[in-house]
């Protein structure tokens, strides 16, 4: 995050968010602070650029970010950035 995040924002993203251009809340979130600028955030849905547009609904945005996984799929540690790899029948299977 560019800003530190506050408590109440942190309790917003946890709440749900209503976005602009939207007629429903997000999800809740799980949000947790790692440090003053980063955020460990779990959405359960993917709405077009979510994590930044939640972020911007609390006046904030978004420096980096990075996606640790899926569903049940865990992004695999050994690729490089760009690199790929087929999903296995099971990953493919819980994507479903």
Known sequence: ?????????????????LLRGEDSPTLPA????VDANTLLLT????????????L?????HVEAL???RIGQVELDKALEPGEYRELTCQEKDSLA
Do not use: F, W
């Open 30 to 33: 799980r949000a947790e602070r």
């Open 66 to 68: 990075h996606r640790l």
């Open 56 to 60: 911007a609904a609390v006046g904030n």
């Open 1 to 17: 995050c560019a800003d530190p995040v506050s408590d109440e924002d942190l309790q917003a993203l946890r709440e749900g968010i």
């Open 43 to 54: 959405i359960t849905e993917g709405r077009y650029h979510q994590v930044k547009r939640m």
